[in-house]
């Protein structure tokens, strides 16, 4: 279980709030000789969070999940579905741009068909579709491997949130178990000073 100060020199057991992660830096930090953990921001005005574990293993699973934790943000989900629309509102636009664009070169095709003497052109033109179409194709490919990738990007930013979700459940029920413990064993010390 953690404990929090506020480099007072002193440790409390009782949560001082929540503690927003990003763009925290985090890293080990030895205090009376406790395993600590230390975590700074410039928009700490009391001082650096140094947290106390009961051993250096219990630190370092900490640092590791703080660390990572403190790269996943509300508004970096919010941006990563904002890319997603962003994304298929382009991959439409695109399709739409190269249907216009090909059935106007399919117009122009039929158009020069009826032509004399307008083979070789019509030839040219036909080529230049293809390439076009080569081109469009591979644009609207690119657009959804781009896709793809940042909707995996989101799930992953959703998986970690759920991580730290369960992380911060634990600690609560952990809380909640050492401060029973703690009026226990107040109680069994007022009941020895009641017996003497």
């Not at 250096?56 to 890319?83: F, H, I, M, Y």
């Not at 629309?85 to 090909?102: G, V, W």
């Not at 081109?135 to 609207?140: C, F, S």
Request: glycine letters at 4%; hydrophobic letters at 30%; a negative charge.
């Amino acid at each position: 279980k953690a404990v929090v100060s506020t480099q007072s020199g002193h440790y409390g057991r009782d949560p001082k709030g929540v503690i927003p992660l990003a763009g925290c830096s985090i890293e080990n930090f030895d205090d009376i000789g406790k395993p600590c953990l230390k975590i700074t921001h410039a928009s700490f005005k009391t001082g650096n969070l140094v947290l106390a574990a009961r051993n250096p293993e219990e630190r370092d699973n900490w640092v590791n999940v703080l660390r990572e934790c403190s790269k996943v943000t509300w508004n970096n989900a919010q941006l990563g579905a904002a890319q997603i629309k962003l994304l298929e509102e382009n991959t439409a636009k695109i399709n739409k741009e190269k249907t216009d664009y090909i059935e106007k070169l399919q117009a122009e095709a039929e158009l020069r068909k009826h032509e004399e003497g307008k083979k070789e052109e019509l030839e040219i033109l036909a080529k230049q579709l293809e390439e076009e179409k080569s081109k469009m194709e591979d644009i609207a490919n690119k657009f959804k491997e781009e896709k793809e990738m940042t909707h995996q990007e989101l799930l992953d930013a959703m998986s970690a949130m759920k991580s730290l979700d369960e992380e911060r459940a634990k600690m609560d029920n952990e809380r909640e178990e050492l401060q029973q413990n703690l009026k226990k064993m107040k109680k069994e010390k007022s009941t020895d000073w009641t017996l003497r």
